[in-house]
């Protein structure tokens, strides 16, 4: 079956700039996270919804970090006012409720 | 505070060789512990994973053990196959919480 799609896969934006970030998960899965990964750094919690409830938003940097999801499938990772602080690999995994995190490829932000 | 420690960032085994990858974390609450492979440009996959009530857990080439008093654990592969050449990463949650906390990954490079 189709596993955890992100896109874009690259994007590259100018400082300031606002940028939207999507992912699809497996079908039927309740859980879904974001996770910041920097370069030569390992994946690091944003947030986590369960269906389209964001129970745990403690991981995100800043107010400028909005994530949604909600229709309880699809979610977006919006960064306002993009910071070169803000460029790394954005990972999303959706989970059925185990344990096992299925994770996407990655959006990788450049902020220049 | 890292609470999931990979000390070695990168390993090089020959083909057929056992690789072994650690892991230390300090938080005793953590009960559940996972191993993921990343492939560049592709998100983590999970490899192998193991309960606290367990000290050992195989699957294949794969083998997790697991010593809670040194809260350390540690990836065998064996052999190695030049197609494990990937950056493995350690995680740790505590049963029922949803956080993940990961590991800075080691970089393997099977040898041919």
């Not at chain 1, 934006?13 to 309740?30: E, M, N, T, Y």
Request: charged share 20%.
């Amino acid at each position: 079956g189709a596993g955890v799609s992100q896109s874009p896969r690259y994007k590259v934006a100018k400082r300031g700039q606002d940028v939207a970030l999507r992912c699809d998960p497996i079908s039927g899965h309740v859980s879904l996270f974001w996770y910041q990964q920097a370069l030569g750094q390992g994946p690091e919690f944003l947030t986590y919804f369960q269906n389209e409830a964001q129970l745990d938003k403690s991981g995100l940097p800043s107010d400028r970090f909005f994530a949604e999801r909600p229709e309880g499938s699809v979610s977006t990772l919006k960064i306002q006012r993009t910071q070169q602080e803000d460029s790394a690999v954005y990972l999303c995994a959706s989970s059925p409720g185990s344990a096992r995190l299925h994770f996407g490829n990655g959006t990788r932000l450049t902020v220049t | 505070d890292q609470q999931v420690k990979q000390n070695s960032p990168s390993l090089s085994v020959q083909e057929g060789r056992i690789s072994i990858l650690n892991c230390d974390y300090t938080n005793s609450m953590f009960d559940y512990f996972l191993w993921y492979k990343k492939y560049p440009a592709e998100g983590p996959t999970f490899l192998i994973s193991i309960s606290s009530i367990k000290d050992k857990n195989e699957d294949g080439r794969f083998t997790v053990f697991l010593n809670k008093s040194a809260k350390h654990l540690s990836l065998h592969i064996v052999p190695s196959q030049p197609g494990d050449s990937a950056v493995y990463f350690c995680a740790a949650t505590t049963s029922g919480t949803y956080k993940y906390i990961f590991g800075t990954g080691t970089r393997l490079k099977v040898l041919a």
